[in-house]
C-alpha cells in the first residue's frame, strides 16, 4: 500500500496542475461538481489502478482526501465516466510538461485493448481467429533529463513508428532529438534541422546512405548524448509496471483519453519523486 503522505502529495499536486482547464464546461452546469475536482478523481484512479466503483468507495471512505480537493459530496461512479466520455482529448493533452528542454527521446509503445491473453484468445481458445494483433500504439517525446512526457501521438496499431515523428516533436522545443533507427530517413533529418533548429541524433541504417549531410548544415553526432535515448524505453516500462499495460475503455476516443490520463498521471508522480530527491540531496544547513 502506498504510504499516506506520497497519496496526499499526489492530490495537492493534481490539483495545482488542473487549474488550468475550465472549471465549468458551460454556464447552466449545476455547480455540484466541477471539472477540478473530477479531473483529480480520474487522475487518482489511475494511480491506484482502480475502476469507477472503486475510487467512489475510496473517497467516501477517505475524508483526507475528499478534503483536499473540496469534496463536500462524492459524485457517483455514472457521473465520472460521463465526464470521460464528454471531455476532450485535447484538453488532457494540455496538462502534459510543455516546456523547453535541452534533450528530448521519441520513441513508440503498444497497449492491450484486452485483459485476456493474446495466446489464450487467438490460438488456444478461439474459433475465429483473427488476421493481426490490434492493440493501442502511441508515440511519445520525453526530456531525457527529468524523464517528464512532452508530447504524443496514439493510433490504433499495429503501426510503423516513423509516420508519426513530425506530430510527436512539432511542439517540442530542444537542441538535440534523439531517435532510434526506425525514425532514419531524409524527411525527419529535415524536418528536426530547419522547423525545429535542432541536431538529429539518428543511427543510419545499412541500406540508407548518408547522403542526407548535404543540406549546408553539418549533422553532429555524440555518442554520449545519443545512449540517454534508452530512456524513453525505461519511461514505457514505468507507466506499464504502475499503471497497468492493458486500457480498459472499449471504444477508441475513450482508450485515447483514458492513456493520456496516464501519461499525466506518470508525470504528476515523476515531479514528487524529482522533488524528493531534491530535498534529500540537499545541502545540510
Not at 6 to 22: G, M, Q, T
Not at 124 to 131: A, E, P, Q, V, Y
Amino acid at each position: 500500500m502506498k504510504s499516506e503522505s506520497y497519496l496526499k502529495s499526489f492530490l495537492v499536486s493534481a490539483r495545482k496542475l488542473v487549474n488550468v482547464i475550465p472549471k465549468f464546461s458551460s454556464k447552466f452546469s449545476n455547480k455540484i461538481y466541477d471539472n477540478h475536482q473530477k479531473m483529480v478523481i480520474l487522475l487518482f484512479k489511475q494511480k491506484m489502478r482502480m475502476t469507477y466503483r472503486g475510487i467512489v468507495r475510496f473517497f467516501r471512505f477517505s475524508t483526507v482526501a475528499r478534503a483536499l480537493i473540496r469534496l463536500t459530496k462524492v459524485p457517483d461512479h455514472s457521473t465520472l465516466v460521463k465526464f470521460h466520455k464528454r471531455m476532450k482529448a485535447p484538453l488532457i493533452d494540455s496538462l502534459l510538461c510543455k516546456k523547453k528542454v535541452k534533450t528530448s527521446a521519441i520513441d513508440g509503445s503498444g497497449f492491450e485493448t484486452s485483459c485476456m491473453s493474446y495466446h489464450y484468445a487467438n490460438v488456444w481458445n478461439r474459433k475465429d481467429k483473427r488476421k493481426y494483433r490490434s492493440y493501442l500504439k502511441i508515440s511519445i517525446a520525453i526530456c531525457t533529463d527529468s524523464q517528464y512526457v512532452l508530447s504524443q501521438k496514439i493510433r490504433i496499431g499495429p503501426r510503423n513508428d516513423h509516420i508519426d515523428f513530425e506530430n510527436v516533436m512539432k511542439n517540442v522545443r530542444c537542441k538535440y532529438v534523439l531517435a532510434d533507427k526506425g525514425y532514419d530517413s531524409k524527411k525527419n533529418r529535415y524536418f528536426v534541422l530547419r522547423d525545429m533548429r535542432a541536431y538529429p541524433h539518428i543511427p543510419y541504417r545499412k541500406n540508407s546512405g548518408k547522403t542526407y549531410e548535404k543540406i549546408g548544415v553539418p549533422i553532429k553526432f555524440d555518442k554520449k548524448i545519443y545512449n540517454q535515448r534508452s530512456k524513453v524505453e525505461t519511461v514505457f516500462s514505468v507507466i506499464k509496471r504502475k499503471y497497468g499495460s492493458h486500457i480498459l475503455s472499449k471504444s477508441f476516443e475513450s482508450q485515447k483519453k483514458e492513456l493520456l490520463l496516464r501519461l499525466v498521471a506518470y508525470n504528476i508522480d515523476r515531479k514528487i519523486i524529482l522533488s524528493i530527491s531534491l530535498v534529500r540531496n540537499s545541502p545540510e544547513p
